[in-house]
């Protein structure tokens, strides 16, 4: 998107610079030359880094003046050898490459880090922090030692925009409109119409975007969002796997499963780590069909936690995704998902009186309380009489009290109060 009203960012930005009323920062015989800005926001994948490089590609068609990385990232997800070709763009490019880590509260660590060190120009906004580079992952031989002899300083520490600017390593530039201001050939005319003369920016500020599919998938495969995709959609999932047909819950947790499969691919996850989440999932299904929670649900949760905690190399997830991930998945599984399946299947629109009289199966002993099988759906049950109903044998429902169904066993059991109470009734 062109951004020709930079002079309007600027009177907002830099106080007494102003814009007149009706300027629009391009007057005739303006140049048509640009400052080209694409914004490297979150971890650093295939998409973003193939972003940077049309960026480049465009900026040296057009002739811009300068192309600017404004950058929000602690690392990247591409290999060594993905980054090593980003880093040659960047610096064979015939346009200059530049870096300005902000807005306030920005970082730049990692790989982006030793990326900083090779543009040409560099800036932080006040609060933004510089470092953690991690080992050199660019080649010694054709980028040199990158930051020299701040390197291993950097290597595991991040330095602040006052100190990066006193060691000479970066300039202060508060906002984006301040930084393109002092671009080499970044063009302002002179306002002196007014009371007193103002600058006014002349060159034009493009800034590239991603598109919406490329937007979706980059954020797809940020941490957090990937893990909780692939949690919702497994639960969506068994959620539709007990109930009949198919319905919106499992085209959403069809497409939430395998946005967070995709995410996790593309994140550096532990095949092992994923696998246990996968674990989780199986053991919360098994508990489902039962609908109480027994001992694959207590294997789920240990699973589900050891799994979440040590998903990602390199890579860890606040605790408020943690809490919202375990906390979320447990909750359901064991308290709602098993309510929500019993009252999908067996509970009419009218009532449940009609399942008096209807026959099943026990699911385990009912002695006096366990699971029962009406109608292909789990319930849970009790019996009032003296026989209990051994798992497997066929039981006839004679009441029900709430969520629970009062049993008796098909053949052979007490004779229940309730009906010697009717035949005194009738003598």
Avoid: C
């Avoid at 404004?70 to 064979?92: C, F, H, K, M, Y």
């Avoid at 490019?93 to 880590?101: D, Y």
């Avoid at 039962?290 to 040590?310: D, E, F, K, M």
């Avoid at 009218?350 to 099943?360: F, H, K, L």
């Amino acid at each position: 998107m062109a951004v020709t009203l930079l002079g309007v960012a600027l009177s907002a930005l830099l106080g007494p610079w102003s814009v007149p009323a009706g300027a629009d920062g391009i007057g005739d015989g303006a140049p048509t030359r640009v400052v080209d800005v694409v914004e490297v926001s979150g971890l650093l994948d295939g998409i973003l880094a193939s972003a940077v490089e049309r960026a480049i590609d465009e900026a040296e068609a057009d002739d811009s003046i300068a192309l600017v990385l404004q950058v929000n990232s602690t690392g990247a997800v591409i290999d060594d050898a993905r980054l090593a070709a980003l880093a040659e763009r960047i610096t064979t490019a015939s346009v200059p490459v530049t870096m300005w880590v902000g807005p306030s509260g920005s970082r730049a660590e990692g790989e982006l880090a030793q990326l900083a060190a090779l543009v040409d120009d560099l800036a932080l906004a006040p609060g933004s922090r510089l470092g953690r580079t991690g080992p050199q992952v660019l080649p010694v031989e054709r980028f040199g030692e990158l930051w020299g002899e701040l390197a291993p300083r950097l290597r595991d520490d991040t330095i602040g925009a006052d100190e990066a600017i006193t060691l000479g390593v970066a300039r202060e530039a508060p906002t984006l409109p301040f930084f393109v201001l002092d671009l080499p050939g970044f063009e302002v005319r002179i306002d002196d119409s007014g009371d007193e003369p103002v600058r006014v920016p002349v060159t034009p500020v493009r800034f590239s975007k991603l598109g919406l599919l490329d937007q979706l998938m980059h954020t797809v495969a940020s941490p957090a969002v990937a893990y909780l995709l692939f949690l919702a959609g497994g639960a969506l999932l068994i959620f539709e796997l007990y109930t009949a047909g198919v319905g919106v819950a499992g085209v959403v947790g069809a497409v939430s499963f395998l946005l967070g499969t995709y995410g996790l691919g593309v994140l550096p996850a532990r095949w092992w780590a994923v696998a246990l989440l996968v674990v989780a999932l199986w053991g919360f299904a098994v508990d489902v069909q039962t609908g109480v929670p027994r001992a694959w649900s207590v294997i789920a949760v240990v699973a589900l936690v050891v799994g979440s905690v040590n998903l990602y190399e390199g890579l860890g997830l606040s605790w408020i995704t943690l809490v919202a991930g375990i906390g979320g998945l447990t909750l359901a599984m064991v308290a709602g998902m098993p309510a929500m399946v019993r009252t999908r299947f067996g509970t009419p629109t009218i009532g449940r009186d009609w399942m008096i009289g209807s026959m099943g199966e026990a699911v385990d002993d009912v002695a006096p309380e366990g699971i029962v099988r009406i109608d292909g759906a789990p319930w849970r049950a009790r019996t009032n009489r003296a026989t209990p109903v051994a798992a497997g044998e066929r039981v006839r429902v004679v009441a029900i009290e709430g969520l629970w169904l009062e049993v008796e066993p098909e053949t052979g059991g007490a004779r229940d109060y309730r009906d010697r109470a009717r035949r005194d009734r009738s003598d």
